[in-house]
């Protein structure tokens, strides 16, 4: 099963995206999750990429396109792959269909999870992240502990790119760069437009709805 999780910021598809890889046992491959980690371990990438990310803004095409190539090389992506956050552009989306064709891999749907703008800003406002991967809102999905990740017992802690100011930056961008994508996958008869304003498990219905007939 070969999927792109597409969607402006806070749409919701990183927490799609963790049920769903243990549902299809396919792998989740987050472009912010990977830029997030190696600024946490203060790699070259990651320093550059933070000036970028910090501000809402892309970080350059080449450096995505360099990782996604060698992500889907690796042998857990056998049996399918789950794209969470790439591609954001045209040039990323015609890189990936290059890499796709020389593994042999095509692309099968694109899942386009649409939210209004207003929900999405609650949403990343309130969001509240822990180092270990786990997200939880301060509304919608509280942590049983505040201040307190569920999972590992890390501390919780807000997003530099989750304050106001930059979430409206970063939806700028979506609508400048990444949206045009739509139109790019639509036109090649594998865009799949959900709904993502309901709860996150009529979210994910929606979604296994689309996918089962996929599964090998
Ligand atoms: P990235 O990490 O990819 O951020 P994003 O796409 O902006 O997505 P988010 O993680 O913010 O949102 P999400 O859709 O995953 O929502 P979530 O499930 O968390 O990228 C960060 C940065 O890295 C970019 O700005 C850029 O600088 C750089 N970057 C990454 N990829 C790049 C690329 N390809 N090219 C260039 N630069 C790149 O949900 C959000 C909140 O809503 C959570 O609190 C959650 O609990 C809540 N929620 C989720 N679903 C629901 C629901 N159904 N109802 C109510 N609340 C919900």
Do not use: W
Not at 7 to 28: D, F, M, R, V, W
Not at 47 to 57: L, R, S, T, V
Not at 75 to 94: I, N
Not at 174 to 179: G, L, N
Request: proline share 6%; hydrophobic share 30%; aromatic share 6%.
């Amino acid at each position: 099963m070969n999927i792109v999780l597409f969607g402006p910021p806070g749409a919701g598809k990183g927490t799609q995206a963790k049920e769903l890889t243990k549902h299809y046992n396919i792998p989740h491959i987050s472009t912010g999750d990977i830029l997030r980690a190696n600024v946490r371990e203060g790699t070259n990438l990651g320093i550059k990429a933070k000036e970028y990310m910090d501000k809402g803004e892309l970080v350059p095409d080449e450096v995505l396109i360099g990782i996604i190539r060698d992500r889907l090389q690796l042998s857990d992506c056998k049996d399918g792959y789950m794209l969470d956050g790439y591609p954001r552009t045209l040039p990323q989306a015609e890189a990936l269909k290059e890499i796709l064709e020389n593994i042999n891999k095509p692309l099968e749907v694109v899942l386009n999870i649409d939210v209004p703008d207003k929900e999405l800003i609650d949403r990343l406002s309130g969001r509240r992240t822990c180092s270990c991967g786990e997200s939880y809102h301060l509304m919608f999905n509280p942590p049983l502990d505040e201040g307190t990740c569920g999972a590992c017992g890390g501390k919780l802690y807000q997003r530099d790119d989750d304050r106001e100011d930059v979430v409206r930056q970063r939806l700028e961008i979506y609508a400048a760069k990444t949206m045009p994508l739509i139109d790019y996958y639509n036109n090649r008869g594998i865009l799949v437009n959900i709904d993502g304003t309901g709860s996150v498990e009529d979210v994910f219905k929606q979604i296994r709805d689309v996918l089962d007939p996929y599964r090998k």
